[in-house]
DNA sequence: CGCGCCATATGCCTAAAGGCACAATGACGG
DNA sequence: CCGTCATTGTGCCTTTAGGCATATGGCGCG
């Protein structure tokens, strides 16, 4: 347990760097005890896309994008349910003729037994993963707890290094509504209100363009009276009454970078 | 030992926000039993500033300001050896006279028996001092040596917030409360909108900065009626009919630069 | 002197945002 | 199963912005 702390500051340190991923590993690695390590990013639209490894082959990694990751139950979670958190192998009530297929194919040929996942939201529809592997023993129950334990502080440091590098979210082509018709739209980075659900970030983005709510209501095929509710409901969150501090809000957090 | 993970994650999304020095001290004092909490930032060159407190009396911090800060130890060894780190008042080693007086004037006062100071980096000659402080009982030995293992940690999330604020020199000034109150208002440049005359220009900077038209019209001194006409008069001139397009237009001279 | 601009004021009305309460449904996790 | 959250909906009321018209006085300019 005492060798956590030099990680965990070093991975403090590292966020917004170059060496973000690295110690991130070293920190969700450092007692718990695994033979390699994997890192992918996934998305619900695209392929996988392979970030990093330590101790695994280039090989390997290459079958992997060629073929095996259409049998990766991980990435079929994620395509399916968007879930974030631990997600030890085992627990992946995933269909068993894929997952038979992963494991006898490519698990085996990497020489890998057993697998844990870190899912970490990545913007957009991408999370990272960041994989644990066993050669010869599975995870125990105790260190998945031990994992579960410490995932706030690993999306923590991840947000933070999304923040820090400045990301943006949401990129909108050019909108085509009455009144207000900018010719830029304001761009909503993935760390700014992170506290918002999907929708009230789509509300957000509208109001923001300049569009009133009956505007907005048409748009999204919901009533003027839903649209306000999603409006209390933001200002709740943002600890805000009106619409201009929402302005406001938004353009100190631009006026900041 | 389970419960450092929560607030761990919370200090980390914290950083560059108002809320860093709390979930700081949340942090520290998670699972190191006190009673309560000062927050100084030290100088070498200049008096201290008392930053923040938990569960202290405010009478005592005028006190300090006002002559006890004289005899504080803490302060003493900042100005004499700049060092950092965890700093437990029975190690002091410090002029004894002085210490006599900070014991027995301040300290006793306060109520407080021990006191163990964590010291970090604030930029220039400058240390940000969290104290934790007991009433009754000395801290243990094993709990100074719980927080020198864990101070790399909490030095690395206040370089963290010092590198995301932007400053040389960091300072905690009282946080705005929520509404329109901003921290840095729009200013809008001489070449933006020459057809705007001055008194125009002055309702405009009011309204950006999130004023509404009673609040403009008590500062100003007129009207509701007349901060309406002026409105009309803007928005005739911007060939614009809403304040959000006001908003949107101010945005795109803003992003276009 | 007349005109236009600016600043200030009044009155009335409409549209839109905001405030508040309540409700239903589905998904998710304990 | 229960609680929470997100999404959607309804209704009623109040506040505020916007729309429109009119008026007055001061100033500068042709």
Same mark, same amino acid.
């Given at each position: 347990?005492?060798?956590? &702390?030099? @990680? *965990?500051?070093?991975?403090?340190?590292?966020?917004?760097?170059?060496r973000?991923?690295?110690?991130?590993i070293?920190?969700?690695?450092?007692?718990?005890?695994?033979?390699?390590?994997?890192?992918?990013?996934?998305?619900?639209?695209?392929?996988?896309?392979?970030?990093?490894?330590?101790? /695994?082959?280039?090989?390997?990694?290459?079958?992997?994008?060629?073929?095996?990751?259409? /049998?990766? %139950?991980f990435?079929?979670? &994620?395509?399916?349910?968007?879930?974030?958190?631990?997600?030890?192998?085992?627990?992946?009530?995933?269909?068993?003729?894929?997952r038979?297929?992963?494991?006898?194919?490519?698990?085996?040929?990497?020489?890998?037994?057993d697998?844990?996942?870190?899912?970490?939201?990545?913007?957009?529809? &991408?999370?990272?993963?960041? /994989?644990?592997?066993?050669?010869?023993?599975?995870f125990?129950?105790?260190?998945?707890?031990?994992?579960?334990?410490? *995932?706030?502080?690993?999306e923590?440091?991840?947000?933070?290094?999304?923040?820090?590098?400045?990301?943006? /979210?949401?990129?909108?082509?050019? %909108?085509?509504?009455?009144?207000?018709?900018?010719?830029q739209? %304001?761009?909503? @980075?993935?760390?700014? &209100?992170?506290?918002?659900?999907?929708?009230?970030?789509?509300?957000?983005?509208?109001?923001?363009?300049?569009? @009133?709510?009956a505007?907005i209501?048409d748009? *999204?095929?919901?009533?003027?009276?839903?649209?306000k509710?999603?409006?209390?409901?933001?200002?709740e969150?943002?600890?805000?009454?009106?619409?201009?501090?929402?302005?406001?809000?938004?353009f100190?957090?631009?006026?900041d970078?």
């Open positions: 347990m005492a060798n956590i &702390w030099a @990680p *965990l500051a070093r991975a403090i340190a590292a966020t917004g760097t170059d973000h991923v690295d110690c991130l070293d920190l969700i690695g450092a007692d718990i005890e695994h033979d390699l390590v994997t890192v992918t990013r996934y998305s619900a639209t695209q392929t996988p896309e392979f970030v990093k490894h330590r101790r /695994f082959s280039d090989e390997m990694v290459r079958r992997y994008l060629d073929n095996y990751y259409v /049998f990766d %139950p990435y079929a979670s &994620w395509r399916r349910e968007r879930r974030l958190g631990i997600m030890p192998l085992k627990r992946l009530a995933d269909d068993e003729a894929k038979g297929q992963y494991i006898a194919g490519f698990l085996a040929q990497s020489e890998i037994c697998e844990v996942g870190i899912m970490l939201a990545d913007g957009g529809d &991408w999370c990272l993963g960041i /994989f644990l592997d066993r050669s010869t023993a599975s125990k129950d105790s260190e998945i707890t031990l994992l579960d334990e410490r *995932l706030p502080v690993f923590a440091l991840h947000a933070l290094d999304i923040k820090a590098r400045g990301r943006d /979210f949401f990129r909108t082509s050019a %909108p085509t509504g009455p009144g207000a018709s900018p010719r739209e %304001p761009n909503i @980075p993935a760390s700014l &209100w992170p506290e918002l659900s999907l929708r009230e970030r789509e509300l957000v983005q509208l109001i923001l363009a300049g569009h @009133p709510t505007n209501a748009r *999204l095929g919901i009533t003027v009276g839903t649209v509710n999603h409006r209390r409901r933001i200002y969150k943002l600890d805000i009454t009106t619409e201009r501090e929402l302005f406001l809000q938004f100190q957090h631009r006026a970078r």
